[in-house]
């Protein structure tokens, strides 16, 4: 029995688990949620009742970095875990800091008593940072860290990618687009159907 991936198409958590099971050519059945309307299944398979979610023959992972180094434990072709320590520190800043400010900004609404202005500007600093130590990729190669951080960045980036494409980080604008660009991101895009209990089983990669 395959691995049980259950997913949601546009969020950058369970983006950058796909991106990791793509690479990797670890199949699993892969079952799309509608976020407003979880299964019961799911919500029996994931303690936090979030995506993704990898349900294996004897353990659940529920966090979308731990997906990620699953997959590549088992098949990592491209090198992506050889990656300099500082690769996981940034990962970190990215989940953490870079995130909230993300949330903050595109987001504003709910956070009623935050200054959204602000938080872009935390947020460019850290993207600002990233501009100086990218040569094509973070560590002059594609990492665990590419592709953990960059659908955070294309979610930012699509707030208002005007603004962002007139701002001065032209590494990272061209690390961007050459992702958005990308077969891989196009491979892990497709749209499907939201899943119920009973449907055929529908395969990732």
């Known amino acids: 029995?395959?691995?049980?991936?259950?997913?949601?198409?546009?969020?950058?958590?369970?983006?950058r688990a796909r991106l990791a099971l793509d690479v990797s050519g670890v199949q699993t059945e892969l079952r799309e949620i509608v976020l407003r309307d979880k299964p019961q299944a799911f919500l029996e398979a994931s303690?936090?009742?979030?995506?993704?979610?990898?349900?294996?023959?004897?353990?659940?992972?529920?966090?979308?970095?731990?997906?990620?180094?699953?997959?590549?434990?088992?098949?990592?072709?491209?090198?992506?875990?050889?990656?300099?320590?500082?690769?996981?520190?940034?990962?970190?800043?990215?989940?953490?800091?870079?995130?909230?400010?993300?949330?903050?900004?595109?987001?504003?609404?709910?956070?009623?008593?935050?200054?959204?202005?602000?938080?872009?500007?935390?947020?460019?600093?850290?993207?600002?940072?990233?501009?100086?130590?990218?040569h094509g990729d973070i560590f002059g190669k594609a990492t665990l860290a590419d592709y953990a951080i960059l659908p955070f960045v294309r979610q930012f980036a699509m707030i208002d990618k005007d603004w962002f494409d007139a701002q001065d980080w032209p590494a990272l604008r061209d690390w961007l687009e050459a992702f958005l660009a990308s077969d891989r991101l196009a491979r892990i895009m497709p749209k499907y159907a939201q899943w119920k209990p009973g449907d055929a089983p529908v395969y990732f990669p």
């Not at 029995?1 to 983006?15: D, E, G, Q, V, W």
């Not at 800091?97 to 500007?121: Q, W």
Request: include cysteine; hydrophobic fraction near 40%; proline fraction near 8%.
């Open 47 to 134: 303690p936090s009742a979030t995506v993704p979610c990898l349900v294996a023959e004897n353990q659940t992972i529920d966090e979308s970095l731990d997906i990620m180094r699953w997959a590549l434990a088992q098949n990592d072709p491209d090198g992506w875990l050889d990656m300099p320590h500082l690769g996981n520190d940034l990962i970190a800043r990215f989940d953490g800091p870079f995130k909230a400010a993300l949330d903050r900004t595109k987001y504003a609404s709910r956070f009623p008593d935050e200054d959204a202005t602000e938080h872009r500007r935390i947020a460019s600093a850290m993207l600002q940072n990233l501009d100086t130590q990218l």
């Open 1 to 15: 029995m395959k691995p049980i991936l259950y997913s949601f198409r546009r969020c950058p958590y369970a983006m």
